[in-house]
């Protein structure tokens, strides 16, 4: 059993690292009420007015939260027409193959796995009919009922992640296997939902002065399986109807403070984890009750452009923005996290949401994106919908035809590379509030929304570049306490940006009218180069004493890079500005060369003239436990240059000029 406990989570816990965004000072702000809501929750008004109704004509009928007989009919047929990919669904049945762990399962992440296998079993079985998927989607059915705690004991017992899983995982599979079950397995399965709905239903309800993290995965995940549940039990269970009408309120919000541009604040492996979640809900709502959420939802549209951009040359590794994986460690193809994001070597990115949003926009740019990372063997943990999802009849515009350049102005994320092939040289800037301007008005807009944004990290002016199949210089991964000197942006006086080092929370108590402050003031942009400016100031607190602090960064391709930075502060101050290798920076006749090899990446540092220079190793607080992620243990993650003025000064003008080039002697 033991080693069966360890495949599942080596092969299949690619979600582990993302049970740690709650730590305590979440939690104590989830228990906290707001003094600006008065009367009335505002989501009890919702729950009233917006449609969560099962349409008629589905009442009474099994299966219908995301498919009907009919639509399963029809699907049958489609493996035939598609059956490269049937053949990817059957190939990994985890149910067949892997025991699911016997209670109480708080090994982190197992359970979410079991909710998964269940749907992938049941799903499978009613398009074959064989019997073996059947028994395998029970078994593990009758594993998740033996679970007395859905999720950790110790940590938000049944109302969190793996809450959502298995209502989602056992909530459609009683739709879909109703026929097929007796009475009294259809009783056993039911009551185990009514009380695990129940008690998350409870949790989360409006309750006066009570505040959402809405745009927050651990919101939004437990919500969508609550609605998948509800649909499954509408006609069976009144109180049903209350769980969909909750639900569909708490997802007006969610929806609303989605992402305007696409870019995800909380980085790759936060999309990777949390979007089938916004999906599945909206694709369930929109079955059961007709109302087209997708519509309204523009930032969806956009998707695409993240995952294109966001992912490195050669599709291994992504721009590591905010809480994603170890850093180097990961890209060393060590670790943990290595192979929990890899399902038998093959990167797992879920990336057949974009068949998805392709289909349901008619985005030729999505199905093409989503063409490329399938043709470089990405995979899914749900394979199955990329069977579900896929319309061959979407036109496709292939990823070598799309822009290789791209601004995402609400949240201030610039990405640039030399073209869509493996050995490109790509680079992103990043100089935006954590989570977009637009949330500006949205918190002014909706008093019962609490920003939750330790995913996201004091990180404004930082930048990341490739080149060559290789990481040059960049950041340094998942923190647990996110900190300004683990990106490539500066420190004033030994402190970073926002409020950092005192949580995994940096942004915890700042107002957002002043991160919103922090932006690019303008930017250029062609197949030749990059040219922007940003407003860096207001990253940090008024204590730091910063006054005004402008970073201009230029790119001239074919390799060279020029970062000015121009800084005021209110009384005479040490400046740092740090540059963050994977593995080497050594110093050669007053030049720095980053990586070594070829290509490498040097630095000259053309101002201050009088600077000190140190390269030393950089060391985080790697995450902990859920609950406690800002308690994990230190961890070495590369290395960094640290460029320091002589002495403290209230103006300081940095100059550095990067080259990215094969051998020392073409710099000069």
């Known amino acids: ?176 296997l109703y026929q097929d079950l007796t009475d009294a397995e259809r009783a056993k399965y039911r009551n185990k939902l009514v009380k695990q709905a129940r008690l998350l239903h409870d949790f989360f309800k409006p309750k006066s002065g009570k505040t959402y993290a809405y745009s927050q995965n651990h919101t939004f995940i437990p919500i969508s399986g609550l609605a998948v549940t509800a649909y499954a039990l509408y006609d069976e269970l009144p109180e049903a109807r209350e769980w969909a009408a909750i639900s569909r309120a708490i997802f007006d919000r969610v929806l609303a403070t989605y992402s305007e541009d696409g870019y995800y604040y909380e980085g790759m492996e936060y999309w990777i984890f949390s979007t089938p979640w916004l999906v599945h809900y909206m694709d369930a709502h929109l079955h059961a009750t007709g109302e087209n959420l997708y519509e309204s939802t523009p930032g969806m549209r956009f998707a695409h452009k993240f995952v294109a951009h966001i992912t490195l040359p050669g599709a291994e590794f992504n721009f590591d923005f905010g809480d994603i994986y170890a850093g180097p460690v990961t890209r060393s193809r060590k670790g943990d996290d290595y192979f929990r994001e890899r399902i038998n070597g093959r990167f797992r990115t879920n990336y057949n949401i974009l068949f998805n949003l392709a289909n349901r926009y008619g985005n030729a740019e999505a199905q093409g994106v989503a063409d490329w990372l399938k043709s470089k063997g990405q995979v899914n943990a749900e394979e199955f919908w990329t069977f579900i999802w896929y319309n061959p009849r979407i036109k496709t515009i292939p990823i070598s035809e799309q822009p290789a350049f791209h601004y995402f102005k609400d949240h201030e994320v610039v990405f640039w590379r030399s073209s869509w092939k493996d050995d490109a040289t790509a ?77 995994h929370d940096a942004f915890a108590g700042v107002p957002y009218e002043t991160l919103n402050k922090i932006g690019i003031r303008e930017v250029k942009m062609n197949n030749s180069g990059v040219s922007l400016i940003a407003d860096l100031a207001a990253a940090y607190e008024s204590n730091v004493g910063v006054v005004s602090f402008a970073r201009r960064f230029d790119f001239k391709a074919p390799g060279e890079f020029m970062i000015e930075d121009s800084i005021k502060t209110d009384r005479p101050r040490l400046i740092t500005s740090y540059l963050h290798s994977d593995n080497s920076i050594v110093e050669k006749g007053g030049q720095f060369e980053f990586e070594g090899g070829k290509p490498g990446l040097f630095a000259e540092i053309l101002e201050p003239k009088l600077l000190e220079s140190v390269i030393e190793p950089n060391f985080l607080t790697a995450p902990g436990r859920p609950g406690s992620v800002d308690k994990g243990e230190r961890e070495q993650r590369g290395v960094r240059l640290a460029i320091s003025s002589k002495q403290a000064e209230t103006e300081a003008t940095f100059r550095i000029r990067l080259r990215i080039s094969p051998s020392r002697a073409s710099l000069k």
Do not use: C
Not at 99 to 105: G, H, L, R
Not at 464 to 490: C, F, Q, R
């Open 1 to 176: 059993m033991k080693n069966k406990l360890k495949a599942i989570v080596l092969i299949f816990a690619a979600f582990v690292i993302s049970g740690l965004s709650q730590d305590r000072q979440e939690l104590e702000a989830e228990r906290d009420g707001s003094s600006k809501l008065k009367g009335e929750h505002p989501l009890i008004g919702l729950a009233r007015s917006k449609p969560s109704s099962l349409r008629s004509e589905l009442t009474g009928v099994h299966p219908r939260v995301f498919v009907t007989q009919a639509e399963i009919d029809d699907l049958k047929k489609k493996t035939q027409s598609q059956s490269e990919l049937w053949q990817a669904v059957v190939s990994r049945v985890r149910a067949l193959s892997l025991e699911p762990p016997k209670p109480p399962a708080e090994e982190r992440r197992v359970q979410n796995e079991v909710g998964i296998g269940i749907a992938e079993a049941a799903f499978v079985y009613k398009i074959t009919g064989d019997k073996k998927y059947l028994e395998a989607a029970k078994k593990y059915m009758d594993a998740a009922v033996s679970y007395d705690v859905w999720g950790y004991s110790y940590n938000k017992p049944n109302v969190d992640l793996a809450a959502g899983h298995l209502l989602y995982g056992m909530g459609w599979a009683y739709d879909l």
């Open 427 to 503: 680079f992103a800037f990043k100089a935006g509030p954590p989570e977009g301007h637009a949330a500006t008005s949205k918190i002014s807009l909706f008093p019962d929304w609490r920003l939750s944004s330790g995913h996201a990290h004091p990180d404004a002016g930082s930048f990341i570049i490739w080149s060559g199949g290789k990481y040059l210089t960049g950041d340094s991964g998942y923190a647990g306490v996110p900190m300004t000197e683990h990106h490539n942006t500066v420190v004033v006086a030994g402190k970073g940006q926002a409020r950092e080092g005192q949580g």
